[in-house]
């Protein structure tokens, strides 16, 4: 069976990951239809980018049609040039290697930690050090003679990535950092928001996401250049209003008004929707425990995850794979999910020379589960005795 985030639930039927509408979204839409902002420019668009900004602790926010846009940007307000090379995780949904594809730019996938499935800064530092030299000033890797530019650090399913480490490595080699942190919303890291202190950070609103905005993203920042560029890039790059003339080529990527202000209802209860996300992740983790061969992904003492995506490990002496165990939960009408293909392996980014066993091997053995912020205790609970049944 087939699912799609937005798509109406069937009885009976456990979905992964759906948005959640309850709060005063009806009533935003309905005064942007009535008062006619409807589109790029209107009150919801500037009060949403307010209001993320806030939330995160950054200074400015431009909001943008997708998440993709938003990396997209960010890459190119970091000053990403056509044939330079972007440090990424390997172990990520691939649109974020695909932004860096979009600037014209080449992705080096970087491997996963073990630890806590994230962007690996040990592997990253191995390969600035013994991979790239200093020549005419700019760092190149010695492979393919391109310079390298940034590091593009995903936070996956809602644990952010060591971004001390990755800002410190980052100074030491002259590159700038992206954070995707579409996955990491509301997420902590060192008592701090995910999201503040960044120079660029990305935040997506698709359907599956913390929040939705149906379709969206956000690009924040700290640095007001920065903001103003990506505000200018996402708006067709225009410098005359009346006159129509433009400077550059920009791109159509402004989110629209109705989209904001369905953003604007969804973040007044976001932290409703952590919460229920890590309640959610506690009773999992409560139920596998003392489950030989289940292993849900650890929280790092410097994080507060938000459990967007709650996965766990399924590897003997579990009876089932994680393949086995998602066919097993399907014909309960319960849909799980598995990792997404490591880039380095992926058709679409070939060929790549990166060498990534720990996300070879977490793409084998992960399995994501039930996680809605709407999710029933009783589909839960039909959820965990569907898996220990398999034990
Ligand atoms: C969702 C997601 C994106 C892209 O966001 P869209 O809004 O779907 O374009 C990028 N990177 C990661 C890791 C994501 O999960």
Not at 12 to 22: D, K, M, Q, S, W
Not at 142 to 158: C, E, S
Not at 344 to 362: G, K, N, W, Y
Request: net charge negative; glycine share 6%.
């Amino acid at each position: 069976m087939r699912f799609e985030p937005g798509a109406p639930v069937e009885a009976g039927f456990v979905p992964l990951c759906v948005p959640e509408i309850r709060g005063n979204e009806w009533t935003y839409v309905k005064e942007c239809l009535d008062s006619g902002w409807v589109s790029s420019v209107g009150s919801y668009v500037d009060r949403f980018e307010r209001m993320v900004a806030d939330y995160v602790g950054a200074k400015y926010a431009v909001a943008a049609v997708n998440g993709t846009a938003a990396l997209h940007i960010a890459l190119l307000v970091a000053g990403v040039q056509p044939e330079d090379e972007v440090l990424v995780s390997a172990l990520t949904f691939i649109a974020s290697a695909n932004s860096i594809r979009y600037a014209g730019a080449w992705p080096v996938f970087i491997d996963a930690e073990p630890e806590y499935w994230q962007f690996d800064v040990q592997n990253a530092t191995a390969f600035l050090e013994q991979e790239c030299h200093l020549q005419d000033g700019a760092l190149r890797n010695k492979a393919t003679g391109r310079r390298v530019k940034a590091i593009m650090a995903v936070d996956i399913l809602g644990h952010p990535a060591d971004r001390d480490a990755i800002r410190a490595l980052a100074q030491r080699f002259g590159l700038e950092v992206i954070e995707d942190a579409t996955e990491s919303l509301g997420a902590d890291y060192r008592e701090k928001k995910v999201g503040s202190g960044s120079a660029a950070a990305c935040f997506s609103f698709n359907g599956n996401k913390i929040l939705t905005t149906g379709g969206g993203g956000m690009f924040v920042t700290d640095n007001e250049q920065w903001m103003t560029r990506a505000r200018y890039l996402t708006t067709q790059a225009k410098d005359d209003p009346l006159e129509y003339i433009h400077g550059e080529i920009g791109y159509n990527y402004r989110l629209t008004n109705v989209q904001a202000a369905i953003g604007c209802a969804q973040m007044e209860l976001l932290d409703e929707y952590v919460a229920a996300k890590r309640r959610i992740a506690a009773r999992y983790l409560e139920a596998f425990r003392d489950i030989p061969g289940l292993a849900p992904m650890p929280e790092a003492a410097w994080a507060r995850s938000t459990s967007w995506m709650f996965t766990t490990l399924v590897e003997p002496p579990f009876s089932l794979s994680s393949r086995e165990l998602l066919r097993h939960l399907q014909t309960q009408k319960i849909q799980a999910r598995p990792l997404w293909q490591p880039l380095h392996l992926s058709p679409a980014h070939l060929p790549t020379r990166a060498h990534c066993p720990v996300a070879e091997s977490l793409h084998a053995r992960a399995l994501s589960l039930p996680c809605s912020v709407g999710l029933r205790p009783a589909d839960q609970e039909r959820v965990i005795a569907a898996v220990l049944a398999a034990k």
